[in-house]
Nanobody, 124 residues
Framework: QVQLVESGGGLVQAGGSLRLSCAAS????????MGWFRQAPGKEREFVAA????????YYTDSVKGQFTISRDNSKNTVYLQMNELKPEDTAVYYC?????????????????WGQGTQVTVSS
């Protein structure tokens, strides 16, 4: 099973940018769709973005389209989330996960193998 470690979170002012990374262990990383989710205080975890195994297809929740960009480097077993024009409402713990359902667009319920998360805090 793939194990994931997120990094790159931090405190940033509104309008700033951050790039999150998710490093995966396991030889089969490049076979899977990968996704980013986030969980704000007091709220349920929500889907943010996904990228197909080849990187050729991406999928975003409406609220981050044009603001966030998901990418991956299979040679480094890493998936990224570039976040621009950050807003206080983007404050959350961000998680990456592996999608095992082999469907596109991916189903939220097919994501597993969660990392420990990385905190993103956007100040106003």
């Amino acid at each position: 099973q793939v194990q994931l470690v997120e990094s790159g979170g931090g405190l940033v002012q509104a309008g700033g940018s951050l790039r999150l990374s998710c490093a995966a262990s396991g030889r089969t990383f490049s076979s899977y769709t990968m996704g980013w989710f986030r969980q704000a205080p007091g709220k349920e975890r929500e889907f943010v973005a996904a990228i197909s195994w080849s990187g050729g297809y991406t999928y975003y929740t409406d609220s981050v389209k044009g603001q966030f960009t998901i990418s991956r480097d299979n040679s480094k077993n890493t998936v990224y989330l570039q976040m621009n024009e950050l807003k206080p409402e983007d404050t959350a713990v961000y998680y990456c996960a592996v999608e095992y359902g082999r469907s596109w667009p991916p189903r939220r319920t097919d994501f597993r193998s969660w990392g420990q998360g990385t905190q993103v805090t956007v100040s106003s």
